[in-house]
């Protein structure tokens, strides 16, 4: 059964170093959006404050209040819209660079690293809509696995806690939130497969071995957690600042600032780590497998996405083939 001496917390720290400039892009980015939060949620509470002038004082800061969440929304809505470019850009880049890292293999530093990754999404991917297509399958097939590895609550013998049963089910599912990103890291790590292949290669193996991979994500989810929680609660000076600066004063705007500033620094700086640590169990776990036809056909019953992955891997051989065909005959 794998432990925490799966992953060295010393090499997961290494791996950030190596990787600090996309650390500092990823800071950039993720702040970026925290601060486009902020302004628009401020602007939109100062124009309804301007507006709701006209009335008394009860409407103004209603009218405040719904122009903060007008801004807060309009900013949702067009990160809503831009999520396949920041998956294949931040956290798809950031991922390459760190399998090459745990495999041995020199990286660029500086901005160079940020564009070697680039490179080698597109070279694996090509486009961002087929990297983001292949994420949310392998998601939807992570969700599958979860289901038939419920088993894993066996290890604790609490009998008759089913109450307890049902935390336990809702945090392992937060947990293996981290894994699609791991399968997204087998796809870099193999490339004799097309992407869609490797992504039901990596599946299998998951599957395999999923009852000691996910113990070892509820043990650093709960670590990101705790780490997000105190920088939730050092962030709510700063954001209560920004709060009683704004016209207004919205209502429990400073509570919902810091949990977006801890947001922001979780996903740039504290995610990589997780990652990185699960990046390790996942390869030490299954180093010298083979993917095991019973649990792919397991797999193939249970979820619709694994299937898909079979049939898109298909097409995609397909075309690949078809395009050497018309390279051959030009």
Known sequence: MLSLSAFRISTSLAVMRRTAPFLVFRLLVYAGIAAAYVMATGAGAGI??????????????????????????????????LREYILYIVKAGHIAVMVELLQGR?????????????????????????????????????TAVTGLMEGLLSILPIPGLDRLA????????????????????YCFDNR?????????????????????????????????????????????????????????????GGFVFAILFAWAFKVAII????????????????????????????????????KSLGQRAGAWVGARMGFGAKGETA
């Open 166 to 185: 049902s935390i336990l089910r809702s945090y392992l599912k937060i947990a293996v939130g981290l894994m699609d990103e791991v399968m997204l890291a």
């Open 48 to 81: 309804g404050y301007g507006i709701g002038s006209f009335w008394e004082d009860e409407t103004r800061f209603s009218a405040s209040f719904y122009g903060a969440a007008a801004g807060f929304g309009l900013v949702g809505a067009v990160l809503y819209l």
């Open 271 to 306: 995610e990589p780590f997780a990652i990185a640590c699960m990046l390790q169990a996942y390869f030490q776990q299954t180093a010298g497998q083979t993917p095991n036809p019973e649990w792919e056909a397991r797999l193939d019953q249970a979820s619709d996405k694994f």
């Open 106 to 142: 020199e990286i660029p530093g500086g901005q160079g690293q940020i564009a070697y990754a680039r490179a080698r999404v597109t070279e694996r991917f090509g486009t961002s809509n087929i990297l983001f297509g292949i994420d949310q399958l392998v998601k939807g097939v992570i």
């Open 192 to 252: 004799e497969e097309d992407p869609y292949t490797a992504s039901r290669t990596a599946l299998v193996l998951y599957a395999q071995n999923a009852r000691p991979l996910m113990i070892s994500a509820a043990w650093v989810t709960a670590w990101v957690w705790l780490l997000s929680l105190v920088v939730f609660l050092v962030m709510l000076v700063p954001a209560g600042t920004i709060v009683w600066l704004m016209p207004g004063q919205v209502s429990a």
